[in-house]
């Protein structure tokens, strides 16, 4: 039962292998799965890298992360690159939020990110539809808060224009959008 090409290590399986109440013990679910794999960290893909991706910046929330995971395979194909202070895209939150994702895009760390580094900010960048996207290119997105810092070498900021007093996106809709405004090219 390989998941996008990475196989566990073990499956438990309830009432073949281990109890049930086993299974609903280590579950963070409502309702336990009957089958939990056990895989190793170090066989989720690394590389080659795709030549889009996107670069999160302190980005916390494990949900946010496992969606830009599931962008980044719906949209791709596209890679992710994770600061330190990134939410761990195995946890259980961004697991569930990535819905295996996490098994076919490549991750790396932040600095290691290729192409050419647009930032995306809530105001005052380029409008993303005037953004030259050819190429290799690394979408910067920070954490909801601070944001990027400003001292972060970028080529260009670029922002996502909003309709009325919106202050910002959320950070997941952002690195979507943009994904998706690099495939729609």
């Given at each position: 039962?390989?998941?996008?090409?990475?196989?566990?290590?073990?499956?438990?399986?309830?009432?073949?292998?281990?109890?049930?109440?086993?299974?609903?013990?280590?579950?963070?679910?409502?309702h336990p799965p009957?089958?939990?794999?056990?895989?190793r960290r170090d066989d989720l893909p690394r590389g080659p890298l795709p030549e889009v991706g996107l670069a999160l910046w302190h980005v916390a929330d494990p949900g946010n992360v496992g969606t830009l995971l599931r962008a980044a395979d719906a949209l791709g194909p596209a890679f992710v690159a994770l600061s330190a202070g990134c939410a761990?895209?195995?946890?259980?939150?961004?697991?569930?939020?990535?819905?295996?994702a996490v098994f076919r895009v490549p991750t790396c760390a932040f600095d290691d990110a290729p192409g050419r580094r647009v930032a995306l900010v809530p105001r005052d960048g380029t409008p993303l539809g005037e953004v030259e996207l050819e190429g290799p290119t690394v979408f910067l997105l920070?954490?909801?808060?601070?944001?990027?810092?400003g001292d972060l070498r970028v080529d260009?900021?670029?922002?996502?224009?909003?309709?009325?007093?919106a202050e910002s996106l959320n950070v997941a809709l952002a690195g979507a959008i943009a994904l998706y405004e690099r495939l729609r090219r």
């Open positions: 039962m390989a998941a996008g090409g990475v196989e566990p290590v073990e499956l438990l399986v309830a009432g073949e292998n281990v109890e049930p109440s086993l299974l609903a013990e280590v579950s963070t679910l409502a009957r089958v939990i794999g056990v895989y761990d895209p195995t946890g259980p939150k961004a697991l569930r939020a990535s819905m295996g920070g954490a909801e808060r601070e944001g990027l810092p260009e900021r670029a922002s996502i224009p909003q309709a009325g007093g």
